[in-house]
């Protein structure tokens, strides 16, 4: 080349191309991470999202119930819960719920709550979904014991490879 003409080496262009690919490589490997993480981050809030739910629905229940059956029922029942309130003109009226799996797969299914009452409830309600049961696995898995006056009840929850475990601790309200 000429000393008046200007443009770039070969070598100047190898550089340039190198440091393009690098830059670029990173950026994808950085937004692969990116997206990677937002899944697994949503899996573990949906887990969460599900053991909160249940958790309130069934401590919502275990305060009111004047009795809680966890021992010697049948599959796919996981709790019963019955109590006695008055209506306003002093009868009393019976309640009982009891919550129980559905379509349970690899452990793993819906928790349903199905309300009766003598004033003629008669209703299920879906509860959650990915709760995990499986009384084979006995420390990961959603259990209950009652221990009066105390519930203690474990829920876990598993989505895709997201799990979570709380345990809540339930005193039922005194009869006045």
Known sequence: MRRSEKGYTLI???????IIVLVSGAASITI??????????NSHMN???QVQNAGYWISRDAAMAQ???TDNLTSPDFLVFNWTEWDSENEEIYHSATYFF??????????????????GANEQTFIAQHIYYAPGD??????ADYQ????TL?????????????EYRVTHRPNI
């Open 12 to 18: 100047e262009l190898i550089v340039a191309v190198a």
């Open 67 to 69: 009795s809680i059956e």
């Open 32 to 41: 692969f991470q990116v997206l990677k993480g937002t899944e697994t981050n």
């Open 148 to 151: 009066a006056p105390v519930l």
């Open 138 to 143: 006995p420390d990961n898995t959603s259990k």
């Open 102 to 119: 559905e379509d349970l797969t690899d452990g793993t299914g819906k928790l349903k709550r199905s309300h009766w009452s003598s004033a």
């Open 154 to 166: 474990q829920l876990a929850s598993l989505v895709d490879e997201a799990r979570e475990i709380r």
């Open 47 to 49: 887990a969460v999202r």
